[in-house]
């Protein structure tokens, strides 16, 4: 098999990474057929718009729907390379929800001949690849003798996708050294990064533990930020002696960790190695998650403290500085600096504004400036650490109370 043999490609699940994806291989030249569950989403990409938010992606979707290469449809067609690029949220009591995965897998089958490559980009429990080959065995007969299966987990960061998608390196595990051989065919024709090959169980345990691995070393650093407290250190100045040692690298505490991935996907290996007794042998990862889960009660408290210090009579404004899930993005999915502010006004703490650059509108909030903020509220709450917060000098915030989470202030002060 070699990579003449793929023209058409069906793109199953046009999200953060399968519209992107698709994007890419039709200005590849591929013919993708784009299937997408979402009507309106659907109605935005075959107007030649991105219907999720991600730096250039608007234009690179444009110039695929107008070539002809691209089009967004309700269901899957014939095609050479089937991708699966489906959500995986946490499901009950912690473990991956496999429903779209599942329902992914069936829709295809109808569609499905010998020869074609099936590749699962989403996040994975090991063994779910196997369970779609299942899935297609025994809707269609075909087996992974006739259909090539592999697993290659997306790994891109968001904010960087559409470079990532090319030049990340990717991780392929073939059900069958046929299969292997097969994506490294496919995925050669659009990807520059190295195509690292491994059984695909060891692909779909890889992408858990890279994203397990980053929430350990995040809460380790909110550990260290609770700590410090305690000893009345700064943080910030802590970590960055600590990091002179050469062999030490400790990341960037927060007000929490958000995003659908760094967040969720730790749970499926605490969920998937839990004992007779129900307790997981991954106690490190599941402590992390609990830490890192824990983050933004702390920043409450805080602001809850300053509050009551202000005067129970008095109902202070409170700027909340940040609500995307990490800097200079508009995502706010599973955000830590949006749940921080629905919770401060969900239950009246205060008067709060919000200030967050990256978006037109936030469902619940009152959004200002950055400057009538600073001029206004009696707290500032710095949430996420944007770029343009970076520019707010210690003088400017006199006289007001201040509580940092994520460092704005940090450098002002050396
Ligand atoms: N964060 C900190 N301190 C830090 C670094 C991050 O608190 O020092 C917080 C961020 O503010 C954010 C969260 O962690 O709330 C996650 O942000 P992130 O930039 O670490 O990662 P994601 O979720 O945007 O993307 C991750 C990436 N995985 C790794 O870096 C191992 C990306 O490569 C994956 O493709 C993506 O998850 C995914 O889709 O799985």
């Known amino acids: 098999m070699n990579n003449q043999n793929y023209h058409t490609v069906c793109v199953v699940g046009l999200g953060y990474i399968g519209l992107p994806t698709a994007a890419i291989l039709a200005a590849r030249g591929y013919q993708v057929h784009g299937v997408e569950i979402n009507a309106m989403a659907r109605d935005v990409i075959n107007s030649g718009r991105a219907h999720v938010i991600e730096p250039d992606l608007d234009a690179v979707v ?20 089937f991708m699966l690029c489906v ?22 089958c109808p569609f499905l001949q010998a020869g074609n ?14 369970l779609v080959a299942s899935i297609v065995k025994e809707k269609t007969g075909l087996d992974e003798n006739k259909i090539h299966f592999a697993h290659a987990p997306e790994r891109v960061l968001p904010g960087h996708i559409l470079r990532e998608v090319v030049e990340n390196d990717r991780i392929v595990g073939g059900l069958t050294d046929a299969a292997n051989v097969a994506a490294n065919a496919f995925f050669s024709t659009y990807v520059t990064g190295k195509l690292i090959n491994c059984r695909c169980r060891m692909a779909e345990m890889a992408k858990l533990v890279e994203n397990a691995s980053r929430d350990v070393q995040i809460a380790f650093a909110n550990e260290l930020s609770i700590i410090c407290e305690q000893f009345d250190l700064d943080v910030l100045e802590l970590i960055e002696i600590a990091n002179h040692h050469p062999r030490v690298s400790i990341l960037q505490p927060g007000c929490g960790v958000g995003g659908h991935c760094i967040a969720v996907d730790p749970w ?3 969920h998937m190695t839990k004992n007779e007794h129900g307790q997981s042998r991954a106690r490190l990862m599941q402590i992390a998650r609990e830490i890192n889960n824990y983050k933004p009660h702390w920043v409450i408290a805080k602001v809850q403290a300053a509050v009551a210090k202000l005067g129970k009579s008095y109902k202070a404004l409170i700027a909340c500085f940040g609500a995307a899930y990490k800097p200079d993005i508009d995502d706010l999915r599973e955000s830590p600096a949006k749940e921080i502010a629905d919770h401060l006004k969900t239950h009246n703490i205060g008067n709060i504004v919000v200030v967050e650059p990256n978006v037109k509108e936030l469902q619940g909030h009152v959004l200002v400036s950055q400057d009538e903020a600073i001029a206004k509220a009696d707290i500032i709450l710095f949430l996420v650490n944007h770029q343009p917060f970076r520019a707010i ?14 460092g704005i202030t940090y450098r002002s002060r050396f």
Do not use: W
């Open 117 to 130: 490559l099936v590749i699962l980009e989403s996040t994975i429990p090991p063994g779910t690849t196997e």
């Open 393 to 406: 000098t210690l003088a400017q915030l006199e006289g007001k109370v201040v509580i940092d989470a994520c």
């Open 62 to 81: 444009k110039t695929a729907v107008d070539s002809g290469r691209l089009r967004a449809h309700a269901e899957p067609s014939n095609a050479d390379v």
């Open 268 to 270: 499926f290996i605490v």
């Open 87 to 108: 959500p995986t949220p946490v499901g009950e009591e912690s473990g991956a929800d496999l429903s779209y995965v599942r329902n992914a897998a069936a829709s295809i």
